[in-house]
Nanobody, 122 residues
Framework: QVQLVESGGGLVQAGGSLRLSCAASGLTISTYAMGWFRQAPGKEREFVAA????????YYADSVKGRFTISRDNAKNTVSLQMNSLKPEDTAVYYC???????????????WGQGTQVTVSS
């Protein structure tokens, strides 16, 4: 059974940092592209960042470029999202996703975590 479990969310002031982690079980992420998405209340789920399986290509939404960094540790079967200079508009539930092929859209991914809440106060 495939499970993706996110952790590291919480409440932070604007300008602060958080590091999200996604631990995978039931699949070996070394052959999967991994992505982070987020969904704010009343909005559709949107792409945040993605990384290919050998970690030589990363992609970011324009809204987070230069502030967020996606990384992966295939040996630990985890993927992380370092979020710096957080803004109130970053407030959302953040989801980890996995698929064999890299994509930037929600329907590109077959496996999803349950999400972790990130709240940025002004």
């Amino acid at each position: 059974q495939v499970q993706l479990v996110e952790s590291g969310g919480g409440l932070v002031q604007a300008g602060g940092s958080l590091r999200l982690s996604c631990a995978a079980s039931g699949l070996t992420i070394s052959t999967y592209a991994m992505g982070w998405f987020r969904q704010a209340p009343g909005k559709e789920r949107e792409f945040v960042a993605a990384i290919n399986w050998i970690a030589d290509s990363t992609y970011y939404a324009d809204s987070v470029k230069g502030r967020f960094t996606i990384s992966r540790d295939n040996a630990k079967n985890t993927v992380s999202l370092q979020m710096n200079s957080l803004k109130p508009e970053d407030t959302a539930v953040y989801y980890c996703a996995a698929d064999h092929r890299l994509g930037l859209r929600t329907y590109d991914y077959d496996w999803w975590g349950q999400g972790t809440q990130v709240t940025v106060s002004s």
